[in-house]
């Protein structure tokens, strides 16, 4: 009965997703990892959040994290750019690659993989300074520009990449706190690339906005993929179906299942993930 | 139905303490109103910006604004930024399980209750004596320079005596800025001292601001410590040196109530100068109030 | 899983001393140094207080002129048939330096303040935090701290030109500058340190007992002595010590309103001096490095330890009230 159901509904959830990837590199026949899990745990002093993570985030690709609330999705999003390290008491075990290099690893500049690694957050938080600084702030700090007119064009280039240059490039010395919240977390995601980063996490980006921003976001998320690798957390389960290319089923700190969006949501292997995905508990 | 003795114990509770509290508000009332009563029709632009004359029975008090704000302006140069930096470890760098954090708190606490007269014998046994005096033998080879009461000791007595308020007014602003936006700063590379320099702290401004501001009213109002340490009662001269003595508004109150020659005679100039100094008082407590509650306001959920 | 295939380009990740890191260990040591400054003054306070204070002991001058004896022993001052014992006369012929009559006064005027200001502030505070409406409570509140914001000159000024006039002619005393007179404005500085701490202790206790009490049938006043004031005793409790420790210290008030006499007695309608009185009024006079010097300066010191222990007291009291309000 149940399996019935499950074949029945998705696919009207799934787009055209796996067919054409514009953007892509048609040369390229491997699929290249950017960011791999071995045996990864994570604990919050004596509590552990996560449990032997083992997966690969493939280059150029959206692999969407979904979940109940709770399972360790954000931490394990988190982990990736260590923002976890700014609680006390936390301990990793296992291994997290990026590019083969293991980030927890001791000779690692936390500073330097957080430029190549970037995120957005669920609420948009702009400094309370001006779009331009805003999105100069990544560069300013990490002194990627030399000379003086660069900034500007760095700027551009990074707030036309996030489609939001044509509406506010008469106003980018105005206070960023004066924009709406889908043109405030437009610009997180422009802030976010202009340091020109390889990986992108976002957490929840669209879920403190309107269903028009988040359409919007989804059409950027979408455009981006052919330049950046993007790992997206989302509670809505439609718009890993509708965006990513690649999800992955966290429940209570583990990973449960990891694979392609359409073959995911149409034909789970594990009870759990089939369980989540029509609604029995989440 | 409750009974008639504990309805009247409960009327008679709320009567007690409500009169406990009109009584302070009326003391308050009567403050205000004498000192304003005797002390207004004096104040005009004239009375603020020219000399006293006669002995201190007319004229102005042009000069006690004067040294009072010197040693304001003097006394914030040291004190902001020893306060900024102190709060700044606290909110932002400090372990709060670690020994030097408790003990930096607890001395913090301490020094906000030393009394005002040692600082007065602070200033005097350490700023006159030994650092004044050791300048004296290292540059001047033992003549009196600084080795004497001073506008720059009293500044610094003052600010030794105000970081406390700096402190815990600049905390307090950091706090509030909202985790997010540190996060964010973070997230895009950069390091701590970035997050706090760059982005912290400008959004806190208003909250140093109102450190400073009470700082500033604190070291207008508070005699004990610079008495034997720059105040004086009668300079023919602004002070131009940091060597120089001073006058000092609440200096002058005191001095004007207690040794003047002809105490009546002085009396109208003595009210219109409590009314000066408090009303500058209130004026800055206003002020900094004002700022902190904007900020407050700025600064709720984001 | 399948072999895995890296990029070429590999994103430099190792940490070598570059120029941002060198500079991010500079500023973290010196925000750090200097946050040792609170802690530093403390200390210097301290140390050159004594500094002035402790040749006292051990000064050839000063052992013949005074000693820990001379300063709280009784002597024989005075003639056969009018002893004083306590006397504080440190320039006359034969200085006398008993801290006595000094520490009497202190104890007076601090009395006669704590009597006035604590429940003065303890029933404002309640009444404040249990009784009133909202608007009353945004009314007072900003009061009391308009009563703080008074520099203690003004208080003593006031004291001194106003209030004593006042008491003499009300209550007929003999000397218009008194014990009375400087309590009761220190009492004025007193307040509104008591009620903020005590109004913070009540505010504290949780909502949620009062609306038990409530619920159970018990009037506003009550809950207020049976529930909440219990409550937030220790809280209380540290308001007065602090409150006691400003009294103790303060200065200007009572030089301008107590009449500055050293007397030995019990009556609070005489003229008092008090501790930091005393170095206030001698210290300009006084000569450099003499005894009167020292034992100005070890005045100075008691004083300093006393509040520095009463203040930890009160700070600790706090402390374990608000880590056990917030395990409740």
């Known amino acids: ?282 | 139905m409750i009974g008639f003795k504990r309805a009247s114990f409960d009327q008679g509770t709320r009567w007690l303490t409500a009169l406990a509290a009109a009584s302070i508000i009326v003391i308050l009332g009567i403050l205000l109103g004498i000192i304003t009563y005797y002390g207004w029709h004096r104040i005009s632009w004239e009375f603020l910006t020219s000399a006293p004359t006669h002995g201190m029975t007319e004229g102005g008090i042009f000069p006690a604004v004067f040294g009072t704000a010197a040693l304001v302006v003097i006394m914030s140069v040291f004190v902001a930024p020893a306060g900024v930096l102190v709060a700044i470890y606290f909110s932002e760098y400090a372990d709060r399980t670690s020994w030097f954090y408790q003990l930096s708190r607890q001395a913090v606490n301490n020094l906000a209750g030393v009394p005002s007269i040692v600082f007065g014998l602070f200033g005097l046994g350490f700023f006159v004596q030994f650092v004044g005096k050791g300048i004296d033998r290292a540059m001047y080879g033992g003549t009196l320079h600084y080795g004497q009461p001073a506008l720059i000791w009293a500044a610094l007595t003052m600010a030794v005596l105000t970081l406390p308020v700096v402190i815990v007014s600049v905390e307090e602003a950091l706090q509030s800025v909202p985790r997010s936006f540190r996060e964010a700063s973070y997230a895009l590379g950069s390091t701590k001292s970035q997050a706090v320099f760059r982005v912290v702290l400008p959004h806190a401004m208003p909250g140093m601001l109102t450190g400073a501001v009470l700082a500033v009213s604190r070291a207008a109002g508070e005699v004990a410590p610079i008495l034997f340490v720059g105040a004086a009662y009668y300079l023919p001269q602004l002070p131009t040196k940091l060597t120089d003595q001073f006058m000092h508004l609440g200096y002058h109150v005191f001095i004007l109530s207690t040794q003047s020659p002809d105490v009546d005679a002085t009396k109208p100039l003595l009210f219109s100068t409590v009314f000066v100094l408090l009303a500058l008082t209130f004026l800055l407590n206003v002020v900094a109030v004002v700022i902190r509650a904007r900020m407050r306001w700025a600064h709720r959920s984001v | 899983m399948a072999d895995v295939v890296y990029p070429v380009k590999q994103i430099a990740l190792s940490r070598h001393w570059t120029l941002r890191q060198g500079r991010e260990w500079i500023i973290d040591k010196f925000i750090r140094v200097n946050a040792g400054l609170a802690i530093a003054i403390v200390f210097l306070i301290l140390i050159f207080v004594a500094r002035e204070a402790v040749p006292l002991f051990y000064e050839p001058a000063s052992k013949v002129e005074v000693g820990l004896g001379r300063m709280f022993l009784p002597q024989q001052y005075g003639t056969a048939e009018a002893p004083l014992h306590y006397v504080w006369h440190p320039v006359s012929t034969v200085p006398k330096y008993s801290l006595i009559p000094l520490l009497l006064g202190t104890f007076k005027v601090t009395l006669i303040a704590m009597l006035f200001a604590v429940p003065l502030s303890m029933l404002a505070a309640l009444y404040t935090a249990e009784f009133a409406p909202r608007w009353l409570r945004e009314t007072v509140k900003p009061a009391v701290e308009l009563l703080a914001g008074f520099p203690s000159v003004v208080l003593g000024f006031f004291a001194l030109i106003v209030l004593a006039s006042w008491l003499q002619s009300v209550f007929d005393l003999d000397y218009r500058l008194n014990a009375v007179n400087a309590g009761m404005a220190l009492s004025l500085a007193v307040i509104p340190i008591i009620y903020t701490v005590c109004e913070d202790a009540l505010s504290a206790v949780p909502r949620r007992l009062r609306e038990a009490s409530w619920a159970l049938g018990a009037t506003r006043a009550e809950t207020a002595f049976r529930v909440v004031l219990p409550s937030a005793l220790p809280g209380i409790f540290a308001g007065i010590v602090l409150g006691f420790g400003r009294a103790i210290g303060e200065t200007m008030i009572v030089l301008m309103a107590s009449g500055n006499a050293a007397i030995t007695s019990w009556s609070f309608t005489e003229s008092v001096r008090t501790l930091p009185a005393t170095i206030a009024a001698e210290l300009a006079e006084v000569v450099f490095g003499s005894p009167h010097y020292r034992v100005l300066f070890f005045i100075g010191l008691l004083l300093f330890l006393l509040t520095l222990a009463l203040n930890s007291f009160g700070a600790w009291v706090i402390e374990r009230f608000r880590r056990r309000l917030v395990g409740e």
């Open chain 1, 1 to 282: 009965m149940v399996t019935a159901t499950v074949n029945r509904d998705f696919p009207k959830l799934r787009t055209n997703v796996t067919q054409a990837q514009p953007g892509l590199d048609p040369g390229r026949q491997s699929t290249e990892v950017r960011v791999q899990a071995k045996d990864f745990s994570l604990w919050y002093g004596d509590r552990q959040a996560l449990r032997n993570i083992a997966m690969e985030i493939p280059s150029q690709r959206i692999t969407a994290i979904i979940g109940p609330s709770g399972c360790g999705k954000s931490t394990f999003l988190r982990a990736i750019n260590r923002m976890n390290d700014l609680i006390a008491g936390v301990r990793t075990g296992g291994e997290l690659l990026l590019d083969g290099t293991n980030i927890n690893g001791r000779d690692v500049d936390v500073v330097a993989l957080r430029r190549n690694v970037g995120m957005v957050f669920q609420q948009p938080n702009p400094f309370p300074k001006s779009i331009f600084d805003n999105v100069a702030y990544g560069l300013r700090v990490n002194g990627l520009v030399r000379r003086s007119g660069e900034l500007g064009e760095r700027v551009e280039e990074a707030l036309r990449q996030a489609a939001i240059w044509d509406e506010i490039k008469d106003r980018l010395h105005k206070n960023a706190l004066t924009l709406s919240g889908g043109e405030q977390q437009r610009l997180c995601i422009a802030r976010a690339l202009a340091v020109r980063p390889e990986v992108l996490l976002m957490d929840e980006p669209a879920s403190a906005l309107d269903p028009v921003s988040t359409a919007k976001i989804e059409e950027l998320i979408f455009v981006l993929k052919s330049q950046y690798t993007i790992v997206i957390v989302t509670h809505n389960m439609q718009q890993a179906a509708r965006v990513s290319d690649q999800t992955a089923f966290f429940l209570q700190g583990e990973l449960i299942e990891c694979g392609g969006t359409a073959q995911l949501f149409t034909n789970p292997s594990d009870k759990r993930t089939e369980d989540y995905i029509t609604g029995r508990f989440g």
